[in-house]
T-cell receptor
Framework: KAGVTQTPRYLIKTRGQQVTLSCSPI?????VSWYQQTPGQGLQFLFE???????NKGNFPGRFSGRQFSNSRSEMNVSTLELGDSALYLC????????????????FGDGTRLSIL | AQRVTQPEKLLSVFKGAPVELKCNYS??????LFWYVQYSRQRLQLLLR??SRESIKGFTADLNKGETSFHLKKPFAQEEDSAMYYC??????????FGQGTRLTINP
């Protein structure tokens, strides 16, 4: 079974631009979560999607948004990029269905490294 | 607020020595605790979770609710254990709160 696939692997943008990152979950996984990883803040939860609906959201500004398609693929978008948005963005998928899923671990992709100049 | 603390950013031990990576958490409910590991040039992957109460690659972790800890232990370290280890907490939803991570180096 193929793992979580994230594209592109690397992106370079300038301040003020916007960017879209893509994530294809493991086949059969309907829950997709996004995380931001930086040296200073570590791994921080952005949001989680299930059945095309955002179920959970972290403490990030509205410039960070996402969506999920009917095939469970997900995209996240960051508008009006700032230097501080430079980070590794990780996507994770799981077999989680309901709101409480103690037995469904998350499987991570390799991430998209976003650099803002 | 939920918080996970890994007090050691770096930990270095010799091969064959015992290893203990510390993890403390703050959460008022019944959390689910995990250890994730990232080996060099590999993706983040689940090592173990407290509900499974299993040993993976010789590692074990016991949830101590009184001390709010979930320390990761291995009696005899191996060189292939060198990696970045993250403790994480979840309260049932698919939202993980991670610690800052501990880089473990096993010296030959």
């Amino acid at each position: 079974k193929a793992g979580v696939t994230q594209t592109p692997r690397y992106l370079i943008k300038t301040r003020g631009q916007q960017v879209t990152l893509s994530c294809s979950p493991i086949s059969g996984h309907r829950s997709v979560s996004w995380y931001q990883q930086t040296p200073g803040q570590g791994l921080q939860f952005l949001f989680e999607y299930f059945s095309e609906t955002q179920r959970n959201k972290g403490n990030f500004p509205g410039r960070f948004s996402g969506r999920q398609f009917s095939n469970s693929r997900s995209e996240m978008n960051v508008s009006t990029l700032e230097l501080g948005d430079s980070a590794l963005y990780l996507c994770a998928s799981s077999l989680a269905t309901g709101q409480v899923n103690f037995n469904q671990p998350q499987h991570f992709g390799d991430g998209t490294r976003l650099s803002i100049l | 607020a939920q918080r996970v603390t890994q007090p050691e950013k770096l930990l270095s031990v010799f091969k064959g020595a015992p290893v203990e990576l510390k993890c403390n958490y703050s959460y008022s409910g019944s959390p689910e605790l995990f250890w994730y590991v990232q080996y060099s040039r590999q993706r983040l992957q689940l090592l173990l979770r407290h509900i499974s109460r299993e040993s993976i690659k010789g590692f074990t972790a016991d949830l101590n609710k009184g001390e709010t800890s979930f320390h990761l232990k291995k009696p005899f370290a191996q060189e292939e254990d060198s990696a970045m280890y993250y403790c994480a907490l979840s309260r049932g939803a698919q939202k993980l709160v991670f610690g800052q991570g501990t880089r473990l180096t096993i010296n030959p």
